[in-house]
């Protein structure tokens, strides 16, 4: 165990006599100081002194690597081969001693580190873990083995080790957006507050990305029923990007009208540069609170005619329709039908006459448009009006005409069968939801339970169908699909 003992003595007297030495050769300089190495007793001369720094270690010879000057005579003892006053440090025998320790320490560290590492399933090298400057690189490298953690706990069903794992990886690089997105929407439904933290940190990190993220933020949004934070949300939208601010304006308005938060009305309006259209609608709502039911027709009729866009157009019309001018709204719809595209031009028909209770012609317009082959799109739109005006007959022709032709069973009928399902639940139309039912199932290849629940919960006239309580479930949804459930059960007061 000698080797040991001197082994670490050596780690020491390198330091330690060379140190020594170096002080002893300053003093030197002045006439004065000890030699710290050699007996005081002995003369001092070379060959004949003896050395002190190694009467403790059990090998003398090893000494010659703190001190070379160390050396056996022919006799046997061993003595200093250099006068008292040549005595000197080796500093650059220190350097290689420390260096090679160093380094070689770094090497079997750095190994254990890369094992280690590689074990847990970090896909890193040994020369990136050796070297200081690709450190950088194994913040990307954990944030790629938690998102495979996360596919493989998708893969796998596990969803709570998947949310588990995405979250680390966003947390260890927030500027992943994919993973950020992804991590919000898995929060929409068990974490709605940390949902809204992670879309807004997207929205404002990611500028380049601002107007997707906005969109997929407020579709969950208004799954959850969230007024306050749509109407924020678009009055954000609107002022950032006035010249995309159509779609928003109308969300705004939506949500507007059910939060009667006059202030954010105001804060759009006295925002410079605002496009006419959204200066036109909110005076228009603006002057629709004030007036009395005879003012208001004629506040729209002036509006109706001096809209200049289509948004605006649809908005007074629809306003007409709502406030029981479904008549008026027809004429200017027949006279500025030019102005709508087809899809808003259909719906607002069918919704005036449905107004006016004009059953036959309303039957026959859904009979023209279901001549062709039924199209998603169509589906759609005619389930957004059976929600706000519930028709058995109606629905009865939809369906049949379905039966005949149904939508392919595919991802692009999907939106489209769920809207049906709306319906068919609106109307208490068990028949025709649970026909739909399966059809949805059969796209999904799953048995979709909570779609079972959500058509009892509807069939049942006695349960609390509040709508955001299962719209999240029923996603994605067109735009004027959830808005009209939304007017169904829980219309403006």
């Known amino acids: ?49 003896g050395c002190a720094a190694m009467i403790h270690w059990n090998e003398p010879a090893r000494f010659r690597r703190v001190c070379p000057l160390l050396q056996q005579t022919e006799a046997g003892p061993w003595r200093c081969s250099v006068n008292r006053t040549d005595v000197r440090p080796f500093w650059g025998r220190a350097g290689v001693f420390y260096g090679t320790a160093f380094v070689t320490c770094y090497l079997v560290a750095g190994l254990s580190a890369f094992i280690f590492m590689r074990s847990v399933g970090y896909q890193v090298t040994y020369a990136g873990v050796l070297w200081p400057p690709a450190w950088s690189k194994f913040t990307p490298i954990r944030t790629e083995f938690f998102l495979q953690k996360y596919q493989a706990g998708v893969a796998s069903g596990d969803m709570q080790s998947a949310v588990l ?9 927030p500027t992943n957006y994919a993973a950020g997105r992804q991590l919000a929407h898995f929060w929409q439904v068990p974490q709605p507050s940390l949902s809204n933290q992670v879309y807004s940190r997207l929205l404002h990190e990611h500028p380049e990305e ?13 799954a959850r029923g969230d007024f306050p934070a749509i109407e924020a949300l678009a009055v954000e939208r609107i002022i950032a990007a006035p010249d995309q601010s159509g779609a928003w304006l109308n969300a705004f308005l939506f949500a507007n009208r059910r939060t009667g938060n006059a202030a954010a009305r105001e804060q759009i309006a006295t925002t410079a540069g605002m496009p006419s259209t959204v200066t036109f609608l909110l005076t228009l709502s603006k002057d629709l609170q004030k007036n009395k039911p005879d003012q208001a027709r004629a506040r729209l009729l002036t509006a109706a005619a001096g809209a200049g866009d289509a948004l605006s ?20 719809i027949d006279k500025r ?22 059953g036959t012609t309303l039957r026959s317009e859904v009979e023209t448009l279901l001549v062709t082959k039924p199209e998603p799109v169509i589906m759609e739109l005619l389930s957004a ?11 009865d022709v939809v369906f049949a005409r379905l039966e005949r032709d149904p939508l392919p069973i595919e991802a692009t009928s999907y939106s489209a069968y769920l809207s049906l399902f709306c319906a068919a639940g609106v109307g208490r139309d068990e028949t025709h939801l649970r026909w739909v039912s399966a059809r949805i199932k059969q796209i999904v290849r799953t048995d979709f339970r909570s779609l079972d629940l959500i058509g009892d919960t509807l069939m049942n006239a006695s349960s609390n169908r509040r709508v955001e309580n299962y719209l999240q479930a029923l996603q994605p949804l067109p735009l004027e699909v959830s808005y009209a459930l939304f007017d169904h059960y829980a219309p403006v007061p």
Request: aromatic share 14%; proline share 3%.
């Open 1 to 49: 165990m000698g080797w040991i003992t001197d082994f670490f003595r050596l780690a020491w007297g390198l330091l330690y006599w060379n140190a020594r030495k170096t002080v002893y050769r300053r003093r030197l300089k002045h006439g004065r100081g000890r030699c710290p190495c050699q007996h005081p007793s002995d003369s001092g001369r070379a060959f004949e002194t």
């Open 165 to 173: 794992a995405l979250s680390t990886a966003y947390n260890l690089d």
């Open 210 to 222: 601002a107007e997707a993220t906005a969109q997929v933020w407020f579709l969950a949004l208004l």
């Open 313 to 332: 157009f649809f908005q007074v019309c629809r306003q007409l329709i709502d406030r029981g001018f479904a008549q008026e709204a027809l004429q200017w």
């Open 337 to 358: 039908s030019s102005l709508l595209g087809p899809r808003d031009l259909i719906a607002l028909r069918l919704d005036a006459i449905a107004t006016l209770r004009w």
């Open 385 to 395: 009006h059976l929600i706000r005006y519930p028709d058995a007959a109606v629905r």
